[in-house]
């Protein structure tokens, strides 16, 4: 017995008229069977991923020199947090938050 055919009582008053089963209303069953071997072939999708950008390689790489970093100043040479203004009090200290949250 297949999976179709238990669902020929249910469509049963479609077929006493003229009108013929829509398509959509009959579920296909035709899912193809998965084996373990399937883990083994599962690799990404060819451009999931972008090549490192290797800096400090010379002139002609496009990031040699000061390595994207710019000239001169702290940013160039160490890191910094982002929010950082350069020991002035920060925005959101200053300002602080505002508003309200509707919980």
């Known amino acids: 017995m297949t999976a179709g055919s238990s669902l020929l009582p249910l ?10 089963i829509p398509a959509f209303l ?5 899912q193809p ?6 883990l083994s072939s599962l690799s990404d999708r060819p451009g999931a991923y ?4 290797r800096v400090g390689r010379g002139p002609a790489s496009g990031k040699g020199k000061t390595s994207g970093r ?7 040479k160490g890191k910094v947090p982002k929010n950082f203004a ?10 602080g938050h505002y508003g309200f949250k509707n919980v």
């Open 11 to 20: 469509l049963a008053p479609f077929k006493r008229g003229k009108s013929s």
């Open 26 to 30: 009959i579920p296909s069953f035709t």
């Open 33 to 38: 069977r998965r084996n373990a071997s399937i």
């Open 50 to 53: 972008n090549r490192r950008i």
């Open 70 to 76: 710019g000239h001169k100043g702290q940013k160039q």
């Open 86 to 95: 350069g020991g002035q009090t920060s925005e959101d200290v200053v300002h």
